[in-house]
């Protein structure tokens, strides 16, 4: 029985329609596997990139690691244009299931059209995230040592240093 239903879903489409299938559905695979990195609370993301070349933040007397305006906002960028990124192919793969290049068209006019579109699409992807970003993290900001402490080691504020000597003498 399981061979009939098989059978029957295999002969749904063409050999090559199941190809064009293949193709597309790996293609939306990959784009969802990138983009699971960078969705989700965009404030923890923005720590973990914070941080991600592997210094050592150092925590302040009140508990709390500055985090500067100018590198939040580059990281942040990165997170709002791999968004974009993703929901343009998402919305291009799909888009691409109604339509077709027919006999007659100019391919190079279609180039020339194509290559005019992504200018336009990149630009707007950039200055959109680097807009977001720059409205999200207008200034530096203090954030608890625990939260950085989720992704980075935190050396220890002055204070905690010096409450650590005190304990041996």
Do not use: H
């Amino acid at each position: 029985m399981s061979y009939n239903i098989v059978d029957t879903i295999l002969k749904l489409f063409t050999c090559e329609t199941w190809i064009y299938i293949l193709s597309i559905s790996l293609q939306i695979a990959g784009a969802v596997c990138l983009i699971i990195n960078y969705w989700g609370n965009v404030e923890k993301k923005v720590i973990l990139i914070y941080y991600a070349g592997g210094e050592i933040p150092k925590a302040q007397d009140n508990n709390k690691v500055l985090l500067k305006k100018d590198r939040l906002q580059s990281c942040a960028k990165d997170i709002y244009m791999n968004r974009f990124s993703f929901i343009c192919i998402i919305i291009g793969y799909g888009i691409n299931l109604f339509g077709n290049i027919t006999d007659g068209s100019n391919k190079l006019y279609i180039l020339l059209v194509i290559s005019l579109f992504c200018i336009v699409f990149t630009y707007t992807g950039q200055k959109l995230s680097s807009l977001i970003s720059k409205k999200t993290y207008k200034e530096d900001k203090e954030v608890d040592q625990e939260i950085i402490e989720e992704v980075a080691d935190v050396q220890w504020s002055n204070k905690e240093e010096e409450e650590f000597i005190d304990k041996f003498f």
